[in-house]
């Protein structure tokens, strides 16, 4: 019972999509892993660096060591990476643009929900949890 080399060639040849439909599991894989994870972040590094280009006196920020304050002197050009924070009342100490972590946006008192629309959220507002967790699409 052994096998010709001519039936045994033959059983290869009759897929020639073979080579394909391996690697199409590794292409979806690495397009989901783009979508998922590679571009949110860039979009949010985006983000992240016009808001720290933009700083200006008053805006409140955290630096990377966990440090709350009040820019009170940016950046004077757009070389300069030092930016003078204001920790508490006449105490200012200097930072590096690098060591911002966020820019706190101050929040309006208009901008708060009122009672019915919180209490008319599905879930609890299972939404809006989804949407801080994966970022808002636009």
Known sequence: MLITPAYAQ?????????????????????????????RPQQQKQK???AAIAALKRGDRVVTGGGVLGVVSR???????????????????ISVLRETI???????AANDAKPASQAAAAPLGGLGAKLKGLFGKRE
């Open 47 to 49: 983000q992240m660096k």
């Open 10 to 38: 033959a059983a290869t040849a009759a897929n020639p999509l073979g080579m394909v439909s391996q690697f199409l599991p590794l292409v979806l894989i690495f397009v989901v892993f783009y979508l998922l994870l590679i």
């Open 74 to 92: 940016p950046p004077r050009a757009a070389d300069e990476r030092e930016i003078e924070v204001e920790i508490a009342p006449n105490v200012r």
């Open 101 to 107: 972590s966020a820019v706190i946006k101050p929040q």
